[in-house]
């Protein structure tokens, strides 16, 4: 008989150290690969818009460099420990900086779209070397202590998670996008310097590996201390004007500028007004439909948290209830508190019984119930253009059937739908889409300087909409000149066919992407 095999020996207590430490890698691992996407598609779509390609080609990119990285993996032979160690160094610095590389590519060059390639392509594939690495870093533990290749994915997909949550809840809001950048990539540094402390018996060049960890906490945490400055510097190029308020929120990136009487908003790099002409686009938009109703007490605006369309109906002193609903509490607390913002919409809601809601517009038209809230006189959908799926949805065929349940008898609706000439199929699709909605639709337009000619409709539900019944003289908007505003000359109406805009086929992306790209 063979003598009995005598038990494993206990871990040591570096042994279990080092186990831990694995382990820990793998997750940082995973983080900072799923955050460093997410940077990236971000980026892409507050630049370029149309969220659905740039993260589909991100992601598309991210996956097929991780398997080159992979690949590569399999022709490292000895080493690990330095190579993963220099690795993550790079991917450290490489991922840290993106952000701030893409911003500057965009602001100072044409060589945007290579460079984001060029990145992806770089930082996945080093991103790929890193998980067989660590696989075959554990293989050289003691058996009875390695980490199996099923535990390693789970410990991996458990990051992925923490990453995912992490980026919109934290590290976006708090940080904004370079700062949250820069931060990961100081935690890759981190994880490198770990392993070279924990592993360091298994290092070829560890004095080495130390030397450029602390370059890169050098580079890193420097540009951490002024990534406001570093954005600022990126976004006045971005910008014409000097800013005077940016802000990143979990929803947008708002941007307010200043010169001399020209005060600007942009919402994720789209102009919202300019103050010497907005009052052509608000006296558009609120004037046509409010003056055409004999009861007007209630009113819905969705959007609109700069206040501007509100103070446009502070000119109604028969409103006894205006319900804003903006997604972001961030814009209307701007709206009711920066000093020249404050300015502009003349105080509107501290002055008129606004009722604001930060909700999405879109589950809050769903959820309405008019067996419990009273349906409203006037509704204006003062919604941000389609550019991509979230706002897509609040031009669909069942955002607007979904809207009648909130007009009262004989009420209109007024929303802005974009530009007949530089977005014409856009424009012409969200009209087309009111229609099989059900409404009775009214479009019109109007030329507002910054923005060009500008596009609205008029809807009701299924009565023809009378004419001006109040009387109003703004500094652009005339009821005597009322019927000049629906008069389209041929270059506005419609010059392709069109289909309507739906959640499952959200065509109206891409018509506003491609007829704006013709333009710019």
């Not at 190579?83 to 991917?91: A, D, N, R, Y």
């Not at 992490?166 to 940080?175: G, I, K, T, Y």
């Not at 502009?344 to 999405?360: G, T």
């Not at 000149?481 to 739906?502: G, S, Y």
Request: glycine share 8%; proline share 6%; charged share 20%.
């Amino acid at each position: 008989m063979s003598p009995p095999k005598s038990p494993p020996r206990p871990p040591t207590r570096r042994e279990r150290l080092l186990l831990s430490i694995l382990a820990l890698s793998v997750g940082a691992v995973s983080i900072c690969g799923i955050v460093y996407q997410l940077i990236v598609g971000t980026v892409s779509t507050y630049l370029l818009g149309n969220s659905t390609f740039q993260y589909s080609m991100t992601i598309g990119l991210f996956m097929s460099a991780y398997g080159l990285g992979a690949f590569l993996s399999t022709r490292i032979r000895a080493r690990l420990v330095d190579i993963f160690v220099l690795t993550e160094i790079l991917v450290g610095v490489i991922g840290g900086l993106s952000a701030f590389v893409l911003f500057y590519l965009y602001a100072f060059g044409a060589l945007f779209e290579l460079g984001r390639v060029a990145l992806i392509l770089g930082l996945g594939t080093l991103v790929g070397l890193e998980m067989p690495l660590l696989i075959r870093i554990s293989e050289e533990l003691r058996r009875d202590l390695r980490m199996t290749v099923g535990q390693m994915m789970g410990v991996d997909y458990l990051g992925a998670l923490l990453g995912g949550v992490a980026f919109p809840l934290v590290l976006l809001p708090v940080w904004g996008l370079m700062g949250s950048s820069l931060l990961i990539g100081l935690f890759n540094v981190v994880v490198a310097l770990v392993m070279v402390r924990v592993f360091w018996p298994m290092l070829r060049r560890g004095r080495a590996m130390v030397a450029l960890s602390l370059i890169a906490l050098l580079v890193l945490g420097g540009a951490l201390i002024y990534a406001r400055p570093l954005e600022r510097v990126v976004e006045r190029e971005l910008y014409e004007d000097p800013l005077v308020y940016v802000e990143q929120t979990p929803y947008q990136k708002i941007v307010m500028t200043r010169r001399g009487d020209d005060l600007r908003l942009y919402l994720d790099g789209s102009l919202q007004f300019s103050s010497r002409d907005e009052y052509r686009y608000h006296e558009a938009l609120i004037h046509p439909a409010a003056s055409r109703l004999r009861t007007l007490r209630r009113v819905m605006v969705l959007g609109g948290g700069d206040g501007l369309a509100l103070r446009e109906l502070g000119h109604y002193p028969d409103i006894e209830q205006i319900t804003l609903v903006d997604l972001d509490p961030a814009m209307t607390r701007l709206g009711r508190s920066h000093e020249l913002l404050h300015q502009l919409n003349e105080e509107a809601f501290e002055h008129l019984p606004v009722e604001v809601l930060n909700l999405d517009a879109f589950n809050f038209v769903r959820d309405f119930d008019p067996q419990r809230t009273a349906p409203y006189d006037l509704i204006v959908v003062d919604l941000p253009d389609p550019h991509h799926e979230s706002l897509a949805k609040l031009y669909s065929l069942t955002f607007y059937v979904s809207l009648h349940e909130l007009l009262s008898p004989g009420g209109v609706m007024v929303a802005q739908l974009g530009s007949p000439f530089f977005a014409n199929r856009s424009y012409w699709s969200a009209v087309q889409t009111l229609e099989r909605a059900g409404w009775s639709v009214h479009p019109y337009h109007a030329n507002v300087p910054s923005f060009g000619e500008w596009g609205f409709a008029l809807a009701t539900d299924g009565t023809p909409a009378p004419a001006p019944l109040k009387e109003h003289r703004g500094r652009f908007y005339d009821t005597a000149h009322d019927a000049e505003l629906f008069h389209f000359p041929p270059d506005l109406t419609a010059q392709h066919p069109v289909e309507v805009n739906t959640l499952m086929r959200p065509v109206i992306i891409d018509y506003f992407q491609d007829d704006w790209r013709s333009w710019n």
